[in-house]
């Protein structure tokens, strides 16, 4: 039985990072609570990972390396009730958009390319309140890079909180924002060289000795 997710209350602490609309979506939860969904991408390799949290970084520590075989790993982590916030540039100090009540799933590292080419990325789904700003944000935005901020805003305004006179909804729902499809809730496990191996730090470890030995 998979366990359930680690709750974090931030990504990189106190940092701001480079990130990429890789697709976005309009949804209505089962209360009838309109959300966006943003599919992100955080490139890792040759970037700053200052301040990464822990359950991210061991997996990163191995699959960082040249020689490592494997090109993904699931991580059983999750957020919620996050501020999300997004900047044209490093430095701009105020947000093109920002988002609270935000829950962040799905976290995953995927790994592509050899040599020089090789990225490494952080993987994410987060689902945010709607808004015309975050819309209009998404649609200018896709595809492109931005900088982003995710903080544990200590709201509580999440999809099970039948907020803004809206039905609440059940707590045991596990996909409680969206009415999505059943595959999109899937999680692969590590998958390299044709090999199912299980996504926690220490069976990545193992894994990883295996390869290079």
Known sequence: MKSKPTKLQNLFEGHRRKAFLVAWSHLRTKAGESRIKLDLKLPLLNESVQGINDAIAEA???????????????????????????????????????????????LALVAAGEGEKRTLDLVMVAYVPASVQLRDWAWEHLHKEFHLEAVYSQTEMDFGSGEVGEESESADDEDDAPDEDEDDDKVEPVVAAGARQKSGPRELASFHAKQVN
Not at 91 to 98: D, L, Y
Request: net charge neutral.
């Open 60 to 106: 990163f520590g191995v699959m960082a390396k040249n020689e490592s075989k494997i090109d993904r790993t699931t991580l059983n982590v999750e957020m919620e009730g996050m501020t999300l916030e997004a900047f044209s540039t490093a430095e701009h100090r105020i947000p093109a958009v920002s988002s609270t009540g935000v829950k962040i799933l799905k």
